[in-house]
């Protein structure tokens, strides 16, 4: 007898599996998804692994099969295994990663009479209304009853229905969120000549409709969608039956591939030129791909300044991957930057990529993971989660901007690391990873220094012409302008610049890191901040939709027109988004045509695009936008960009608030001067003296890199340790507070047993956002080596949630 370990889909399961028989007949192998018996349900599992032995002395036998194939192979169920244990996440959250689009699937709970005679004690009005909702055709379900009577007064009625025998309680599968696309096809079923004569014969007795489609398809060679037939002849699907039914064509469904980029590839361009550094760069990748190397050395991190050349040593080595009969995963931290991403990939390879993101339909993304799955992708592109794409042949990880935050999920589990998920399967697959970077994370920076990564520099940007100079930075005091009068969101330099740019018809982006139009509203006469009920951070005021917005809830409150705690009328707004600038530059700048691009503005599907698209063809002068315009668009029209505020990221309470301010401002700079004429950066700030501020100024990585350093290893922050955060939350701060305490005296209990000498914790403390979406937050913070490890020996409630390798505290 066989057994085979599964993950369940059920949040009892943990970071476990559990033993089950292989039915006798049943080639089941690792990876397969199979239907699981656990308690009184069927669940969906994975298998992790075969074995000879159970687990436990009683197992059940596995229900069945859900697709013939696996569906993960064995280097994804390892890194499964890897995500699961490092990140102590429940271990089917982390295979879920790897599953295709709408695979998981819920049980439904449905309820139904058992027909037994009611013999003891009368009925309350809820139980014969839940008796009433059972007794019909099928039943009905849990949550249908839930929301007539409310969560807790449904289940309470139906487990008193249940105890007297009355009603059962069955579970079942939900219904399919997703399948594959299928069109009809229309065909001739007789030779073209013959259909062309019962054409004739049926305009005689006025079946014109049958006529022309049977005239459409004999000029055709092969089966034609039915929509095309309709758009030509207006003949209908009812009109293709009756032919169908006459035996003159024949009607098939084709499952069809949902396209969510253009099928117009633009055409292939030659490979650009390399210069020195590039060639040097990209021979070192080369040569990892064609040799045997250790896992560590397949690393690498190419540093290029902004500008440099980086995509274009990218694109070679994914055509060297090619070549090699593999395949390659491209990541890119936004969604805003696939349309352009996707643009120069799909020209290098036409017709062989993919894409994978969550503003594609369900079926969309379906189909696009069965056609990388099936080996229809050369290439796949997309923001984290991609590096989970089934790709079977893996060459080699791009990781492009390798220092974004977006990079880690923050808001469900597994709080991965794609950067770290990247090595790692990388590691399993003996694929490459080549990690690109203008101003790399100061961790990534260390390990290459270290020896860990390959570093390749690309120290010169590379324009039209050659080697061409990277923008001047002006940085402009904003309490000089204050006392020189000037009390506009302009600095003097950057109204004269932006003038320049409108007059010689070019093109500037204004970058400000905060979106809405307001940041904060007060009264004038008691200080009263107006904040949102259920988090613990002021609502900013939007003017589009003259609203006030809690940027973490979304909970929208019209606008005050007195003051909730006193009444007063002198209600004022205060702080800068990128609204009111661009507000302020409309009316400074009245003929100057503006378009903003923030989260405000792109809720729809292709509106990324759209605005791109916009910016290029020059139908406005003027981007305002904000951390999403500094990210890695090219854009040879703009010859300013200016930084309204560079104080928004500094003053955060984060040790990594200096590093986020620097990567920032370097990056939005290298968006000016790409083309043919030279650039301008101008960077508003109240701390023109801090060295992020003027590191960046002068484009020197390396001069940050030397003070951050310094700092990080003088504080004992990571490189030189690791982090993690556990957060409990609770609707009451008095529990919140206790629990955590608790947790506290259970961290502290744990490193006592185990000697540990190198761990220390800070905290309880209430988290930065002290609450959030209604529940109060308090948190600790450990900080030392082998916290994963260390952290899976403790019993975590569910109330709290453990991130290991947080990028903010």
């Known amino acids: 007898m066989r057994y085979a370990e599964v993950s369940v889909n059920s949040p009892a399961a943990q970071r476990r599996t559990f033993s089950y028989v292989i039915p006798t007949g049943l080639d089941l192998k690792p990876g397969h998804a199979v239907w699981a018996p656990f308690g009184n349900r069927i669940l969906q599992g994975v298998v992790v692994e075969l074995t000879e032995y159970p687990g436990v002395e009683e197992t059940r036998e596995i229900a069945g099969l859900i697709d013939p194939v696996p569906l993960l192979s064995d280097a994804r169920l390892s890194l499964a295994r890897w995500l699961s244990d490092y990140y102590l996440s429940p271990l089917f959250e982390a295979v879920g990663l790897m599953l295709p689009p709408g695979f998981e699937r819920r049980t439904v709970t449905r309820i139904s009479v058992t027909g037994r005679e009611q013999t003891s004690g009368p009925l309350t009005q809820r139980q014969r209304h839940v008796l009433h909702a059972a007794g019909q055709a099928g039943g009905t379900s849990l949550k249908e009853l839930e929301k007539a009577l409310g969560k807790r007064n449904a289940q309470t009625t139906v487990s008193q229905l249940v105890a007297r025998g009355l009603v059962a309680r069955d579970y079942e599968l939900e219904r399919t969120r997703v399948r594959p696309k299928e069109l009809p096809y229309l065909e001739l079923a007789v030779p073209p000549e013959e259909a062309l004569q019962e054409a004739i014969r049926m305009r005689g007795h006025g079946a014109g409709r049958q006529a022309a489609l049977l005239d459409f398809l004999a000029g055709r060679r092969g089966p034609v969608t039915l929509s095309k037939v309709t758009d030509h002849t207006g003949a209908s699907r009812s009109t293709a039956r009756t032919l169908a039914r006459k035996g ?84 890119v931290p936004e969604i805003a930057l696939t349309p352009q991403t996707i643009e120069r990939f799909e020209a290098r390879f036409p017709g062989r990529v993919a894409v994978l993101h969550s503003r594609l339909s369900l079926g969309e993304q379906y189909d696009e993971w069965h056609a990388i799955r099936q080996g229809e992708a050369d290439v796949v592109i997309g923001p984290r989660s991609a590096v989970f794409a089934p790709v079977e042949n893996l060459g080699i990880i791009i990781i492009d901007e390798e220092h974004e935050w977006t990079y880690k999920q923050q808001e469900q589990s597994p709080r991965y690391h794609a950067r770290d998920a990247a090595i790692r399967l990388a590691e399993l697959t003996d694929a490459l990873v080549v990690m690109g970077s203008a101003t790399p994370d100061v961790e990534s920076f260390h390990h290459a220094r270290r020896g860990d990564y390959h570093l390749l520099r690309l120290p010169e940007r590379i324009g039209a012409g050659g080697v061409s100079p990277l923008p001047p930075v002006e940085v402009v005091d904003l309490r000089s302008e204050l006392r020189a009068g000037n009390r506009s969101i302009f600095s003097r330099a950057l109204s004269e610049a932006v003038r320049r740019v409108l007059a010689n018809q070019e093109q500037a982006i204004l970058f400000l890191n905060r979106r809405g139009a307001s940041t904060h509203v007060q009264c004038r006469d008691c200080g009263h901040v107006i904040s949102c009920r259920r988090c613990d951070i002021p609502l900013s005021y939007h003017l589009a939709e003259d609203t006030l917005l809690c940027h973490q809830c979304n909970r929208r409150v019209p606008q005050p027109r007195t003051c909730p705690e006193c009444g007063s009328s002198r209600i004022r707004y205060l702080g800068l988004g990128t609204q009111r600038l661009e507000r302020e530059l409309a009316a400074t700048f009245p003929h100057a045509r503006l378009l903003r691009w923030d989260s405000d503005v792109t809720r729809g599907k292709h509106s990324h695009q759209d605005i791109l698209d916009r910016f290029r063809s020059h139908q406005a002068d003027i981007l305002i936008g904000t951390q999403m315009v500094a990210k890695g668009l090219d854009l040879p029209q703009v010859t300013l960009v200016g930084v309204v505020n560079a104080d928004t990221s500094l003053n955060l309470p984060d040790f990594r608030a200096g590093e986020r301010t620097f990567q920032l401002l370097c990056q939005v700079a290298g968006r000016a001067g790409r083309g043919t004429i030279p650039g301008q950066v101008i960077v508003q700030t109240y701390t023109p003296e801090h060295y992020a501020v003027q590191a960046a100024a002068g484009h020197d990585y390396d001069l940050f890199y030397r003070t951050e350093i310094a700092y990080r290893r003088q504080l004992h922050y990571p490189p030189f340790t690791r982090l993690a955060t556990l957060t409990c939350t609770h609707t009451n701060d008095l529990a919140c507070q206790r629990e955590a305490e608790r947790m506290e005296r259970l961290i502290f209990r744990e490193r006592d047993s185990q000697g540990i000498a190198d761990l220390s914790l800070a905290g309880p403390a209430p988290a930065y956002i002290h609450r959030l979406r209604g529940r109060f937050r308090w948190q600790l913070t450990l900080r030392g080596t082998g916290l994963s490890g260390f952290l899976a020996r403790i019993p975590v409630p569910q109330r709290c949630t453990v991130n290991i390798d947080p990028l903010g505290l």
Not at 272 to 278: D, K, R, T
Not at 279 to 293: P, R
Not at 315 to 320: G, I, S, T
């Open 248 to 331: 003159l064509i024949s009607i098939r469904n084709v499952r069809v591939r949902r396209q969510p980029t253009t099928s117009h590839y633009p055409v292939p361009p030659e490979p650009l030129q390399l210069s020195f550094a590039q060639e040097e760069a990209f021979h070192a990748i080369h040569s990892a791909l064609t040799e045997e190397q250790p896992p560590l050395a397949r690393v690498f991190l190419l540093h290029g300044v902004t500008g440099s050349g980086k995509t274009e040593v990218y694109l070679r080595a994914l055509a060297e991957t090619v070549a090699l009969g593999k395949q390659g995963i491209v990541l």
